[in-house]
């Protein structure tokens, strides 16, 4: 189903549907792994923002992203939040600079998934099976509650700076979870927080904003079909760095999706501080 119309929702507003539960040298590498804690608790469950700094409601809802990944709603599940920023309101006057096609064609996929009928920002995906206002926290807490949970991944990631603006990320371990013949996508994500920005046009205009959790980079890993739970497979991916690129200000989050970009497994992967 193809979107009908582009909304940015002004505070109160609601959506059609409010909640849908339809660097080192070569021969020096930094190691991180998940702790013997982290293994014996349930996975993460996946929390999509879709945001823009063109759109005047979105900054709620990023102080909303903010709270929920730093623990400030109580959730009893653990929850790993990534923010999309879409491009669409681009013409409104202000640029975002962290705005992507991309992240809009994902976000585009989220609506036929779905069946929704309006792209719309601020957003919020849960797990890839439920939607809701991205201002709104009671449905967010619901439906992060709701969502199904499936064992984190056990990826071993090795670190490797091969040129001061590339960053490689090898991976190696099991997905802890069972594919079939439908395959599944292990797509590596590279964030970063504690942005801030001066927005001198648009809806925003005049305000200092502070963006957390925001998608930089996305890459494949790889495609798997036909995978037990405990083989082990291996990658690597290589993100171009920005100026500026901070290690400290970001992390890297392993997702397993399928087709429909529903998830089924999430890691969440600190950056080690030799990098």
């Not at 759109?55 to 730093?70: I, K, M, Q, W």
């Not at 036929?112 to 709104?136: E, N």
């Not at 490689?168 to 920005?197: C, P, W």
């Not at 399928?258 to 497994?265: D, F, H, I, P």
Request: glycine share 8%; proline share 5%.
């Amino acid at each position: 189903m193809a979107p009908k119309l582009f909304t940015c929702f002004g505070r109160g507003a609601s959506s059609s549907s409010t909640t849908s539960y339809k660097a080192p040298s070569p021969d020096h590498h930094a190691i991180a792994d998940q702790t013997s804690e982290e293994l014996r608790r349930g996975g993460p469950v996946l929390v999509e923002f879709f945001s823009s700094q063109g759109c005047g409601t979105s900054p709620e809802a990023e102080v909303v992203a903010t709270r929920l990944g730093r623990g400030d709603l109580g959730l009893e599940v653990p929850v790993v939040v990534l923010v999309w920023h879409v491009d669409y309101w681009d013409y409104r006057g202000w640029k975002d600079p962290f705005g992507s096609s991309v992240w809009t064609v994902r976000q585009k996929a989220f609506v036929d998934s779905l069946r929704l009928d309006t792209l719309y920002t601020p957003q919020v995906v849960v797990h890839g099976r439920a939607q809701c206002m991205g201002t709104d926290e009671a449905a967010i807490v619901d439906a992060a509650l709701a969502a199904p949970r499936f064992p984190s991944p056990t990826m071993q990631a090795t670190f490797q700076k091969p040129s001061p603006n590339m960053l490689q990320v090898s991976f190696s371990g099991a997905l802890r979870s069972k594919v079939d013949s439908n395959g599944a996508d292990i797509m590596v994500v590279l964030y970063e927080t504690r942005i801030v920005t001066d927005c001198e046009r648009g809806e925003n205009r005049g305000r200092l904003l502070t963006n957390d959790y925001v998608v930089r980079c996305c890459e494949k890993l790889l495609t798997v079909k036909d995978v037990s739970a405990k083989k082990i497979i291996s990658g690597s991916v290589h993100f171009s760095l920005w100026e500026g690129f901070n290690r400290s200000k970001c992390g890297i989050v392993l997702l397993v999706q399928n087709k429909s970009l529903q998830t089924y497994g999430v890691q969440h992967i600190p950056i080690p501080d030799t990098i």
